[in-house]
Protein backbone atom coordinates (compact mmCIF):
# COMPACT_ATOMS: atom_id res chain seq x y z
CA UNK A 1 0.00 0.00 0.00
CA UNK A 2 1.61 3.46 -0.97
CA UNK A 3 0.42 5.39 1.60
CA UNK A 4 0.48 9.19 0.48
CA UNK A 5 -1.92 7.47 -2.69
CA UNK A 6 -3.80 6.05 0.00
CA UNK A 7 -4.55 9.45 1.81
CA UNK A 8 -5.51 10.84 -1.84
CA UNK A 9 -8.17 7.86 -2.30
CA UNK A 10 -10.16 7.96 0.93
CA UNK A 11 -10.23 11.51 1.01
CA UNK A 12 -10.99 12.20 -2.92
CA UNK A 13 -12.53 9.52 -3.66
CA UNK A 14 -13.97 7.62 -0.42
CA UNK A 15 -17.53 5.69 -2.13
CA UNK A 16 -14.30 3.79 -4.76
CA UNK A 17 -12.08 3.18 -2.15
CA UNK A 18 -13.87 1.97 0.60
CA UNK A 19 -14.69 -1.31 -1.15
CA UNK A 20 -10.39 -1.90 -1.71
CA UNK A 21 -9.85 -1.43 1.73
CA UNK A 22 -12.72 -3.56 2.82
CA UNK A 23 -11.01 -6.55 0.12
CA UNK A 24 -7.74 -5.88 1.16
CA UNK A 25 -6.35 -8.85 3.78
CA UNK A 26 -5.05 -6.61 7.02
CA UNK A 27 -4.45 -6.78 10.70
CA UNK A 28 -3.95 -4.58 13.81
CA UNK A 29 -0.17 -4.53 13.66
CA UNK A 30 -0.16 -3.53 10.05
CA UNK A 31 -2.83 -0.91 10.05
CA UNK A 32 -1.25 0.63 12.73
CA UNK A 33 2.29 0.32 11.47
CA UNK A 34 1.86 1.18 8.20
CA UNK A 35 -0.95 4.02 8.35
CA UNK A 36 -2.00 5.24 11.54
CA UNK A 37 1.53 5.42 13.54
CA UNK A 38 2.47 7.39 10.70
CA UNK A 39 -0.10 9.85 10.49
CA UNK A 40 -0.80 10.00 13.82
CA UNK A 41 2.80 11.96 14.43
CA UNK A 42 1.61 14.97 12.00
CA UNK A 43 -0.53 16.74 14.83
CA UNK A 44 1.57 15.26 18.05
CA UNK A 45 4.78 17.05 15.82
CA UNK A 46 2.84 20.08 14.75
CA UNK A 47 0.91 20.63 17.91
CA UNK A 48 4.67 20.65 20.18
CA UNK A 49 6.09 22.62 17.27
CA UNK A 50 2.85 25.08 17.86
CA UNK A 51 2.72 25.48 21.48
CA UNK A 52 6.63 25.21 22.10
CA UNK A 53 8.90 26.97 19.31
CA UNK A 54 6.25 29.17 17.54
CA UNK A 55 4.02 29.80 20.80
CA UNK A 56 0.74 31.36 21.32
CA UNK A 57 0.52 35.29 21.04
CA UNK A 58 -1.78 37.50 22.85
CA UNK A 59 -1.74 40.91 24.43
CA UNK A 60 1.29 41.96 22.55
CA UNK A 61 2.86 38.67 24.47
CA UNK A 62 4.43 35.39 22.78
CA UNK A 63 3.73 32.64 25.29
CA UNK A 64 5.35 29.50 24.85
CA UNK A 65 4.97 26.02 26.26
CA UNK A 66 8.07 24.83 27.75
CA UNK A 67 9.71 22.39 25.78
CA UNK A 68 9.64 19.81 28.29
CA UNK A 69 6.30 20.28 28.91
CA UNK A 70 5.51 20.41 25.42
CA UNK A 71 7.41 17.05 24.27
CA UNK A 72 5.05 15.84 27.21
CA UNK A 73 1.99 16.66 25.74
CA UNK A 74 3.26 15.58 22.43
CA UNK A 75 4.12 12.20 23.69
CA UNK A 76 0.72 11.76 25.50
CA UNK A 77 -1.45 13.35 23.02
CA UNK A 78 0.36 10.62 20.36
CA UNK A 79 -0.07 7.74 22.42
CA UNK A 80 -3.74 8.67 23.04
CA UNK A 81 -4.86 9.18 19.79
CA UNK A 82 -3.39 5.81 18.88
CA UNK A 83 -6.06 4.31 21.82
CA UNK A 84 -8.78 6.47 20.35
CA UNK A 85 -8.49 4.80 16.93
CA UNK A 86 -8.43 1.16 18.74
CA UNK A 87 -11.17 2.52 21.04
CA UNK A 88 -13.71 3.90 18.21
CA UNK A 89 -13.28 0.87 16.62
CA UNK A 90 -14.61 -1.34 19.55
CA UNK A 91 -17.46 1.39 19.52
CA UNK A 92 -18.62 0.50 15.82
CA UNK A 93 -18.20 -3.18 16.17
CA UNK A 94 -19.88 -3.31 18.97
CA UNK A 95 -22.55 -1.35 17.33
CA UNK A 96 -22.43 -2.95 14.50
CA UNK A 97 -25.95 -5.62 15.50
CA UNK A 98 -27.86 -2.67 16.70
CA UNK A 99 -28.15 -1.01 12.90
CA UNK A 100 -28.51 -4.56 10.82
CA UNK A 101 -24.40 -4.61 10.72
CA UNK A 102 -22.19 -7.56 10.73
CA UNK A 103 -19.89 -7.34 13.35
CA UNK A 104 -16.03 -7.76 12.02
CA UNK A 105 -13.24 -6.36 14.39
CA UNK A 106 -10.80 -5.53 11.42
CA UNK A 107 -13.45 -4.40 9.23
CA UNK A 108 -14.57 -1.64 12.40
CA UNK A 109 -10.71 -1.12 12.66
CA UNK A 110 -10.18 -0.62 9.26
CA UNK A 111 -13.28 2.08 8.95
CA UNK A 112 -11.62 3.96 12.28
CA UNK A 113 -8.22 4.15 11.10
CA UNK A 114 -9.04 5.30 7.75
CA UNK A 115 -12.07 7.69 8.83
CA UNK A 116 -9.44 9.14 11.08
CA UNK A 117 -7.26 10.72 7.89
CA UNK A 118 -8.82 13.89 8.01
CA UNK A 119 -8.34 14.96 11.49
CA UNK A 120 -4.89 13.89 11.54
CA UNK A 121 -4.18 15.96 8.33
CA UNK A 122 -5.68 18.74 9.90
CA UNK A 123 -3.50 18.83 12.70
CA UNK A 124 -1.06 20.19 10.27
CA UNK A 125 -2.91 23.55 11.48
CA UNK A 126 -1.53 22.91 14.85
CA UNK A 127 1.87 24.19 13.48
CA UNK A 128 -0.15 27.64 14.15
CA UNK A 129 -2.31 27.79 17.12
CA UNK A 130 -4.56 30.43 16.39
CA UNK A 131 -5.28 28.35 13.18
CA UNK A 132 -5.83 25.38 15.21
CA UNK A 133 -9.60 25.38 14.35
CA UNK A 134 -9.52 24.95 10.97
CA UNK A 135 -7.88 21.45 11.53
CA UNK A 136 -10.81 20.90 14.07
CA UNK A 137 -13.45 21.76 11.24
CA UNK A 138 -11.04 19.42 8.86
CA UNK A 139 -11.72 16.64 11.18
CA UNK A 140 -15.02 17.27 10.20
CA UNK A 141 -14.88 15.75 6.92
CA UNK A 142 -14.27 12.30 8.43
CA UNK A 143 -17.96 12.25 9.47
CA UNK A 144 -18.75 11.62 5.95
CA UNK A 145 -15.87 9.51 5.75
CA UNK A 146 -17.24 6.78 8.15
CA UNK A 147 -21.46 7.49 6.99
CA UNK A 148 -19.91 6.31 3.10
CA UNK A 149 -17.74 3.33 4.80
CA UNK A 150 -20.00 1.42 7.44
CA UNK A 151 -22.15 -0.13 4.58
CA UNK A 152 -19.14 -1.56 3.26
CA UNK A 153 -16.78 -2.08 6.08
CA UNK A 154 -19.91 -2.93 8.31
CA UNK A 155 -22.28 -4.40 6.04
CA UNK A 156 -25.31 -2.01 7.85
CA UNK A 157 -28.25 -1.20 5.21
CA UNK A 158 -27.89 2.07 3.56
CA UNK A 159 -31.15 3.80 5.16
CA UNK A 160 -29.08 2.80 8.58
CA UNK A 161 -25.74 4.60 8.12
CA UNK A 162 -26.73 7.82 8.86
CA UNK A 163 -28.31 6.97 12.66
CA UNK A 164 -25.58 4.53 12.85
CA UNK A 165 -22.76 7.56 11.91
CA UNK A 166 -24.68 9.57 14.54
CA UNK A 167 -23.95 7.47 17.44
CA UNK A 168 -20.38 6.77 16.31
CA UNK A 169 -19.66 10.68 16.32
CA UNK A 170 -21.24 11.25 19.46
CA UNK A 171 -18.73 8.53 20.81
CA UNK A 172 -16.34 10.37 18.90
CA UNK A 173 -16.27 13.12 20.64
CA UNK A 174 -16.65 12.28 24.07
CA UNK A 175 -13.50 10.69 23.37
CA UNK A 176 -11.83 13.82 22.29
CA UNK A 177 -13.29 15.95 24.91
CA UNK A 178 -11.57 13.64 27.35
CA UNK A 179 -8.50 14.14 25.58
CA UNK A 180 -8.32 17.40 25.65
CA UNK A 181 -9.39 17.48 28.98
CA UNK A 182 -6.19 15.47 29.44
CA UNK A 183 -4.00 17.65 27.37
CA UNK A 184 -5.11 20.38 29.41
CA UNK A 185 -3.78 19.14 32.50
CA UNK A 186 0.02 18.62 30.84
CA UNK A 187 0.06 22.26 29.41
CA UNK A 188 1.19 24.86 31.81
CA UNK A 189 -1.29 27.98 32.56
CA UNK A 190 0.76 30.70 31.48
CA UNK A 191 -0.38 29.38 28.13
CA UNK A 192 -3.78 30.11 28.25
CA UNK A 193 -3.84 33.75 27.68
CA UNK A 194 -6.59 33.95 31.14
CA UNK A 195 -3.68 32.84 33.10
CA UNK A 196 -1.08 35.76 32.35
CA UNK A 197 0.30 37.27 35.61
CA UNK A 198 -2.05 40.31 36.07
CA UNK A 199 1.13 42.51 35.87
CA UNK A 200 2.07 40.98 32.58
CA UNK A 201 -1.81 41.99 31.09
CA UNK A 202 -1.41 45.82 32.44
CA UNK A 203 2.00 46.06 30.66
CA UNK A 204 0.91 44.75 27.76
CA UNK A 205 -2.42 47.08 27.33
CA UNK A 206 0.03 50.15 28.15
CA UNK A 207 2.01 49.15 24.98
CA UNK A 208 -1.15 49.29 22.71
CA UNK A 209 -2.56 52.67 23.79
CA UNK A 210 -1.61 55.26 21.52
CA UNK A 211 1.68 57.35 22.86
CA UNK A 212 1.04 60.18 24.45
CA UNK A 213 2.81 63.49 22.41
Do not use: H
Not at 20 to 33: F, G, H, M, Q, W
Not at 37 to 66: C, E, T, Y
Not at 90 to 101: E, M, R, S, V
Amino acid sequence: MNLVQRVQDILLKPKATWPTIDAEPADAASLYKNYVMILALIPAVAGFIGLSVIGIGAFGVNFRVPVVSGLVNMVVGYVLSLVMVFVLALIIDALAPTFQGTKSQIGALKLSAYASTASFLGGIFSLIPSLAIIGALAALYGIYLIYVGLPVLMKCPADKALAYTAVVVVCAIVGGVVIAWVLSLLTPSPARVGAVPFEVRVVAVQQMLPSRS
